[in-house]
C-alpha cells in the first residue's frame, strides 16, 4: 500500500502541465530519433544535456525518459518499412517487419508494433514499480561463470536460427566477435587489431556497424539491383490493415516478449539485443506459421518488439534502485543524474520521492502518449513505400553520415563505414545473415571479459565454467541448439 500511496504521489507531479509538456517532447523526440537510423536515445540524451541543466531536475528526467521509450516505438517504423533499424533493439524487427512490408501489410505490422510497445510497456512499468528492488537484486547472484554461459546460448542460438546456413550464421557470428575486439585490451592495455590506426585505439561504435550493415548495406544492395527491380517499393495492398486474426497471432508474443525483456533488461549487459533476438527464436520455435518466417510473420515483429519496450523498463530498474547502469542509455542516464548533483540508489527514494515517483508515473502517462501518437500516423508511416528508391535511400545516406559523424566527428568512422557497408552488401548477395554480426559484437567483449574472469578465479581449470547450476544448464541448452537441429535433420532422412 505505501508503494501505490507514493504512485499517486508521483501521479501528482507527473500531471503538472509543464511535466506533461516535456513528457510530450520526449515522446515526440524520442519517435522522431528512433525512426532516423544511427540516432539512438544515448547519443540524444547526451547532446541535450548541455541544454537541459537549466531545467528543473524532474521536468529534465521525465523528458528524458520519453526520448527513451519513444525511440523503442520508433525504431520499429523504420525497421519495417527500410529494412534500417533506428536503434539496435529493433534489428529483430526488420528481419520479419520489412518482409510484411514488402508484401503490401505495412500497416499490419507498425499496428503490432505499437500495441505490443505499449502492452509490453506499461506490464513492464508495473514490475518496474512494485517489484524493481527485488528485480535488481538478481544481478548479485549471477557470476562470472553464468554470464559467459548465457553469451554461449545467445551465440548458439543466433548462429543457428539466423539464415538458412549453420555455417554462414557462425562466421557472421565471428565477423561481430572480431570487430567487438578491436581497441585496447581491458585487461592487458595491449591494442588488438588497430593496425597502427590511432582512432581505432576507442574501438568501433556499435552505431557505426549498425547504420553501415543495415543503412549503407541496404543502399548498396538496391542499387545494384535497381534496373532489374520495380521501380517503387510494394505499395500497400489486400489485407493491409491489422485484423482479428492479427490480433490472435500477436497478443501471446506480446505477453511473451515482455517476460523475456524486462528481466533481461535489468540485469548488466542484458540490453535490448538479447531479449528480443531470444524472443524471436521462441516465437519462430513456437509458431503455428513456421513456414512464414523470413517471410514475412507477424509474431517475429510483436514478440521482440514487446521485449525491446519492455527491456527499456527494465535497464531503469538497476539503475534507480543500485545507481547500476547497463546500458548506454542507462549510463548517459546516470551522469545526467550527476550532472544536477543526484546519485541514484536507495536513499534517492528517501531523498527525493517526488523525482522518483514522479518519473515512475511519466512512464505510464509517456506510454499512452506514444500509443495515441503512433496508431494514428500509421497509414502516413506506410505511405514512405510509395517513395521512389533512390530519392529514399539516398535520404537514408545522407540521414546515416550525419548519424555517424555525429557520434565523434571523425574521418574514421566514416571511413569505418563505408567498408563495412561494402561488407554488408557482400553478405547480403551472398546470404549471409547480418543478426549475428551484431549479436558478436555486442556480447563479444562481455563474453570475453567473463571468460577470463571466471578462469582466473579457478585458476585456469575450465571446470569452473560449469560450475554453478545456472551455468551448467545454460551450457546444456547452447549444446542442444547445436546438436539437436542435425540430428532431427538425420532422422527426417532415415525415416
Known amino acids: 500500500m505505501q508503494t501505490f500511496g507514493l504512485l499517486l504521489d508521483g501521479f501528482a507531479v507527473a500531471v503538472q502541465p509543464v511535466n506533461l509538456m516535456w513528457a510530450l517532447v520526449g515522446s515526440l523526440l524520442g519517435?522522431?530519433?528512433?525512426?532516423?537510423?544511427?540516432?539512438?536515445?544515448?547519443?540524444?540524451?547526451?547532446?541535450?544535456?548541455?541544454?537541459?541543466?537549466?531545467?528543473?531536475?524532474?521536468?529534465?528526467?521525465?523528458?528524458?525518459?520519453?526520448?527513451?521509450?519513444?525511440?523503442?516505438?520508433?525504431?520499429?517504423?523504420?525497421?519495417?518499412?527500410?529494412?534500417?533499424?533506428?536503434?539496435?533493439?529493433?534489428?529483430?524487427?526488420?528481419?520479419?517487419?520489412?518482409?510484411?512490408?514488402?508484401?503490401?501489410?505495412?500497416?499490419?505490422?507498425?499496428?503490432?508494433?505499437?500495441?505490443?510497445?505499449?502492452?509490453?510497456?506499461?506490464?513492464?512499468?508495473?514490475?518496474?514499480?512494485?517489484?524493481?528492488?527485488?528485480?535488481?537484486?538478481?544481478?548479485?547472484?549471477?557470476?562470472?561463470?553464468?554470464?559467459?554461459?548465457?553469451?554461449?546460448?545467445?551465440?548458439?542460438?543466433?548462429?543457428?536460427?539466423?539464415?538458412?546456413?549453420?555455417?554462414?550464421?557462425?562466421?557472421?557470428?565471428?565477423?561481430?566477435?572480431?570487430?567487438?575486439?578491436?581497441?585496447?585490451?581491458?585487461?592487458?592495455?595491449?591494442?588488438?587489431?588497430?593496425?597502427?590506426?590511432?582512432?581505432?585505439?576507442?574501438?568501433?561504435?556499435?552505431?557505426?556497424?549498425?547504420?553501415?550493415?543495415?543503412?549503407?548495406?541496404?543502399?548498396?544492395?538496391?542499387?545494384?539491383?535497381?534496373?532489374?527491380?520495380?521501380?517503387?517499393?510494394?505499395?500497400?495492398?489486400?489485407?493491409?490493415?491489422?485484423?482479428?486474426?492479427?490480433?490472435?497471432?500477436?497478443?501471446?508474443?506480446?505477453?511473451?516478449?515482455?517476460?523475456?525483456?524486462?528481466?533481461?533488461?535489468?540485469?548488466?549487459?542484458?540490453?535490448?539485443?538479447?531479449?528480443?533476438?531470444?524472443?524471436?527464436?521462441?516465437?519462430?520455435?513456437?509458431?503455428?506459421?513456421?513456414?512464414?518466417?523470413?517471410?514475412?510473420?507477424?509474431?517475429?515483429?510483436?514478440?521482440?518488439?514487446a521485449a525491446n519496450n519492455a527491456a527499456a523498463a527494465g535497464i531503469l530498474v538497476p539503475l534507480l534502485t543500485l545507481g547500476l547502469p547497463t546500458s548506454a542509455t542507462a549510463a548517459v542516464l546516470l551522469a545526467a543524474f550527476q550532472n544536477y548533483g543526484l546519485q541514484p540508489g536507495p536513499f534517492l527514494f528517501t531523498s527525493n520521492p517526488a523525482l522518483i515517483w514522479g518519473l515512475i508515473a511519466s512512464l505510464y502517462i509517456g506510454n499512452v502518449m506514444l500509443l495515441v501518437l503512433n496508431l494514428p500516423l500509421v497509414g502516413i508511416w506506410v505511405q514512405l513505400l510509395r517513395i521512389p528508391r533512390p530519392q529514399l535511400y539516398a535520404g537514408i545516406l545522407v540521414f546515416a553520415m550525419i548519424g555517424v559523424w555525429g557520434l565523434a566527428g571523425s574521418w574514421t568512422d566514416l571511413a569505418i563505414m563505408l567498408v563495412i557497408g561494402l561488407m554488408g552488401y557482400v553478405m547480403r548477395v551472398y546470404d549471409f545473415p547480418i543478426a549475428p554480426v551484431l549479436i558478436g559484437l555486442i556480447l563479444g567483449p562481455m563474453a570475453e571479459t567473463q571468460l577470463r574472469t571466471a578462469l582466473a578465479a579457478g585458476q585456469g581449470n575450465p571446470i569452473v565454467l560449469v560450475s554453478t547450476p545456472l551455468s551448467g544448464t545454460l551450457m546444456v541448452i547452447a549444446l542442444l541448439f547445436l546438436a539437436v537441429p542435425p540430428l532431427l535433420r538425420r532422422l527426417r532422412a532415415n525415416a
Request: hydrophobic share 50%; net charge positive; glycine share 12%.
Open 31 to 305: 519517435t522522431i530519433i528512433g525512426i532516423l537510423p544511427g540516432i539512438g536515445p544515448a547519443l540524444t540524451i547526451a547532446l541535450l544535456l548541455p541544454i537541459t541543466t537549466t531545467l528543473e531536475p524532474t521536468s529534465a528526467f521525465i523528458m528524458f525518459a520519453g526520448i527513451l521509450y519513444g525511440a523503442m516505438y520508433g525504431g520499429s517504423t523504420t525497421s519495417i518499412l527500410l529494412n534500417t533499424p533506428g536503434e539496435a533493439g529493433s534489428m529483430m524487427t526488420a528481419l520479419e517487419g520489412n518482409k510484411m512490408a514488402r508484401a503490401g501489410r505495412g500497416a499490419a505490422a507498425l499496428t503490432t508494433a505499437a500495441l505490443g510497445s505499449f502492452v509490453a510497456g506499461t506490464i513492464a512499468t508495473l514490475a518496474l514499480t512494485f517489484a524493481a528492488p527485488a528485480i535488481a537484486e538478481l544481478a548479485f547472484y549471477f557470476k562470472p561463470a553464468d554470464y559467459f554461459a548465457l553469451t554461449t546460448l545467445a551465440f548458439c542460438s543466433v548462429a543457428v536460427v539466423m539464415g538458412n546456413s549453420r555455417t554462414r550464421g557462425f562466421i557472421s557470428l565471428f565477423i561481430g566477435i572480431a570487430i567487438g575486439v578491436i581497441g585496447i585490451d581491458s585487461m592487458s592495455g595491449q591494442p588488438r587489431l588497430t593496425f597502427g590506426v590511432m582512432q581505432l585505439l576507442r574501438g568501433v561504435e556499435l552505431t557505426v556497424v549498425l547504420v553501415s550493415l543495415f543503412a549503407v548495406g541496404e543502399m548498396l544492395y538496391v542499387a545494384s539491383r535497381f534496373r532489374s527491380a520495380p521501380a517503387a517499393m510494394a505499395s500497400v495492398k489486400g489485407q493491409a490493415w491489422f485484423t482479428r486474426e492479427d490480433f490472435a497471432r500477436s497478443w501471446k508474443p506480446w505477453l511473451r516478449g515482455t517476460l523475456i525483456g524486462f528481466p533481461m533488461g535489468a540485469l548488466p549487459g542484458g540490453g535490448s539485443e538479447i531479449p528480443t533476438m531470444l524472443s524471436y527464436t521462441l516465437e519462430r520455435k513456437l509458431s503455428r506459421h513456421k513456414d512464414e518466417f523470413g517471410h514475412g510473420a507477424i509474431e517475429g515483429v510483436a514478440g521482440p518488439e
